[in-house]
């Protein structure tokens, strides 16, 4: 493996292997891009096959996250880290308090938080080396659960989008196909219902579709007939690559818009086809980028309602993202990228002119002096 190869096929900036045998650590950090200020993301822990997957993933994730924030309009880079292990068996407190250790010696270019595989509780003990870590519990000055933030982002992306579709962005009476009754599902759902939505609900775990039902009115359906419901938008809140050839035939939604990551399980050939089908797609990590909205306003010192004000610019940003995919006859992920580069582009100017006039004064300094 050409590692420097693998960075470049990326644009990735920075990459720090981390091990220490006696903590059973084996970890890598990715940043990818730090115009926009820190990289920010999530410490995914996973049993890789080998280090090349590792790696692989660690650079895919960490791409992703610079267009995240750029997007979502935060000051931070994207930056994902992995570890490789089974996380039912090898977590421990001194596993995270040296990963920790190891974050803490990127001095702030790497902020930690958690991801698949790892929770707050993983994220306190890393938490306990080192200050670049955040995603943390309430009770201890954290922002703890970002489900409610993500849920509200994808809530009014989805309104963006009936406002574009109709001409108004009220969802009531509109029928709505969801996959899922996870964390984020459940206060979607609620915004839903309390709009007067009529929803269709299903998950592989037929009791959370119960426990959902004893609170609002939803009609449960069974995991693979969610692809085939007559209703108007599918919102996918479960699992990636849902969106392929096979079920973009079954289609009959109007809209799509949903929490989950990486729903598009090839994102040029399967936004092109559901631009064609002329079924608006609200691309994934623009509609669901509350959650990391949520983490980056803990290291603001947390506030909840400031979260949801910035998670409520989600409408606008996909109305923008609209515009540029109708503007440009290009699909709304292919016009979401360009939208996030421009961003990085523009502001990457900034930087140049800064790192300029430092050097110069530096100089000018020295001059003086002399
Ligand atoms: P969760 O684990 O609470 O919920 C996921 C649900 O999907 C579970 O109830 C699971 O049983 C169900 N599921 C799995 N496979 C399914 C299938 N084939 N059909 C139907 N249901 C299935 O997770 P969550 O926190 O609600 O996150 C949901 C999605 O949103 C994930 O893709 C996650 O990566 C993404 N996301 C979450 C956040 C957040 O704040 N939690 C932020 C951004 C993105």
Request: aromatic residues 8%; hydrophobic residues 40%; glycine residues 10%.
């Amino acid at each position: 493996m050409e590692i420097f190869d693998k960075m470049k096929e990326f644009d990735h900036e920075q990459v720090t292997f981390c091990f220490n045998e006696e903590a059973g650590l084996k970890s890598i950090i990715a940043i990818h891009d730090t115009t926009l200020g820190p990289a920010l993301g999530g410490t995914r822990m996973w049993n890789y096959k080998n280090v090349e997957n590792a790696l692989h993933d660690a650079l895919r994730l960490s791409k992703a996250m610079t267009y995240k924030s750029a997007i979502a309009g935060l000051n931070f880079g994207g930056g994902k880290a992995v570890i490789i292990g089974d996380s039912a068996i090898n977590k421990s407190e001194l596993l995270f308090r040296t990963f920790g250790k190891f974050v803490d010696g990127l001095a702030g270019r790497f902020i930690a938080a958690e991801d698949v595989g790892t929770d707050v509780k993983d994220m306190e003990f890393a938490r306990m080396e080192t200050k670049y870590v955040t995603g943390i519990s309430k009770a201890i000055g954290g922002s703890g659960d970002p489900t409610p933030v993500t849920a509200y982002g994808v809530y009014v992306g989805m309104k963006a989008c009936a406002h574009e579709k109709w001409g108004s962005d009220s969802l009531n009476g509109r029928k709505v196909a969801i996959q899922g009754a996870g964390q984020v599902a459940k206060h979607l759902i609620e915004y839903l219902f309390n709009e007067g939505a009529e929803l269709f609900v299903t998950d592989i775990d037929e009791d959370k579709v119960k426990k959902i039902g004893e609170l609002v009115k939803v009609q449960p359906v069974k995991p693979d007939e969610i692809y085939e419901i007559d209703a108007e938008i599918f919102s996918p809140c479960a699992l990636g690559a849902i969106i392929n050839d096979e079920t973009i035939s079954k289609f009959k939604f109007e809209i799509i818009a949903g929490g989950a990551n990486n729903q598009l399980e090839d994102e040029v050939k399967h936004g092109n086809k559901l631009l064609k089908k002329d079924i608006l797609y609200a691309p994934d990590y623009v509609i669901n980028s509350g959650g990391l909205i949520n983490v980056a306003n803990e290291l603001e010192g947390y506030r909840q309602d400031r979260a949801m004000k910035h998670a409520e610019e989600i409408y606008h940003i996909i109305k923008q993202v609209i515009k540029k995919s109708k503007a440009e006859k290009i699909s709304t992920v292919e016009a979401s990228n360009k939208i996030a580069e421009e961003r990085l582009n523009n502001i990457s100017k900034i930087r140049n002119i800064y790192s300029g006039f430092s050097s110069y004064s530096g100089r000018l300094g020295e001059l003086t002096k002399r």
